[in-house]
């Protein structure tokens, strides 16, 4: 009779090669979610600081507005307004609009931050043009908000 000869079949397992080549797919795969997993909470983050400044500036232009709406005296020197401006409205005599810093006050109360730039001016109707940038922090630029009121006290 015949011998057969029986090999030890070896322990199931994985070789080297096949464990580096899973590690480095593994790591390909985590490096490509990871960037992408970046890039989504830069874009969440941008928008909620975009809406944020939206809310802030609607806000600031409402009162501005309704401050400029109400103006007796809104001619100011020389038919120019500058900052600080001081006018006369309903409310009260004497009210200040200026640009404290990066922050835009109302008889010294803060309306809005992060103001860049801020400027009052007529257009060529007379009316009032209200303008500002605020610094928006993630995209590293400035958002521009403008909007005019025709005072209802101009008309002598």
Do not use: W
Not at 9 to 27: H, R
Not at 36 to 51: I, K
Not at 118 to 133: E, K, P
């Amino acid at each position: 009779m015949l011998k057969r000869r029986h090999h030890k079949q070896s322990a199931g397992g994985f070789t080297m090669i096949e464990m580096i080549a899973v590690l480095v797919l593994v790591g390909l795969l985590v490096a490509l979610a990871g960037t992408g997993l970046t890039a989504a909470v830069q874009g969440y983050l941008m928008a909620r600081e975009s809406t944020a400044m939206a809310q802030k500036a609607q806000l600031a232009l409402t009162r501005l507005s309704n401050e400029f709406l109400v103006c007796y005296d809104c001619l100011g020197e020389n038919e120019n307004i500058g900052l600080p401006f001081t006018y006369d409205n309903v409310l009260a005599d004497g009210r200040v609009v200026a640009l404290d810093g990066d922050t835009i006050t109302v008889n010294g109360t803060p309306l809005v931050d992060r103001v860049s730039a801020f400027t009052l001016d007529y257009d060529n109707l007379g009316r009032v043009v209200i303008s500002f940038s605020l610094e928006h922090r993630q995209a590293g630029s400035s958002l521009d908000f403008t909007t005019t009121v025709l005072p209802r006290n101009s008309y002598q």
